[in-house]
């Protein structure tokens, strides 16, 4: 009987929790999936306060940086890899001297490095999700873009690369270009991994603008 009794009780403390769960997602105006929620919320408490010094140092919005950090991580610390093969393999030709450029690099930069280097500058790395041949670009190590400066130097990257775009307000290309290294296309689709990529990040980035102007009124009080 007390195991009936205690089975009813947790029974009834979780559903307690779910509801006010769902309380505060329907006061704070989020409606999107749980996952977006929590991706939200582990975003702000384990890389908000960072975001917002780097963004101040660098000129950057830090709503966006906010966004694209649930966008390819969900927030999660650590946040994980992703190998890519088509990657890796381009990576190769490059060594072999099959190609002779991939983006900013040359033949040059690979010489002599072992296939498993290569196979770490083929993986996505961090809370930005960046690929690790992005180091050769900022003269930093991978540990740097996986561990305690990931958010430095992830920003810095994007700093270099596309922040002009960023402090003039084109994001919708932002977003396509840190997923695919192109502007969002004049015409057609999207060429995202994902074809709701860049209209979710830009919905994320809204809810994170509307977040920090609500922080910055009550800072104000």
Known sequence: MRIMRATVALIILAVLAWGG?????????RWQAPGDWWGAHATES?????????????????PYLMALIQLESGGKK?????????????????????????????PSHLDGASQEAIRNLATSWG???LMGYKCILLGVQIRDIRG???????????????????????YRDAFHLHNTGKPYPKEGPPSTYH?????????FMEEYTDAESFRDSTDAL
């Open 127 to 129: 809370p930005f999700q």
């Open 195 to 203: 074809p709701d990529y860049v209209e979710r990040g830009l919905r």
């Open 78 to 106: 650590p946040a994980g890899k992703r190998f890519e093969k088509h990657v890796f393999e381009k990576l190769l030709e490059l060594q072999e001297e099959q190609r002779m450029t991939f983006e900013n690099l040359t």
């Open 46 to 62: 384990h890389y908000g306060e960072e975001v917002r010094e780097w963004s101040a140092f660098y000129d950057l919005p830090s």
């Open 148 to 170: 305690q400066d990931a958010i430095r130097s992830g920003v810095d990257w994007i700093n270099q690369t596309y922040g002009d775009r960023l402090r003039k307000g084109q």
């Open 21 to 29: 769960i769902e309380l505060e997602r329907r006061l704070d105006g």
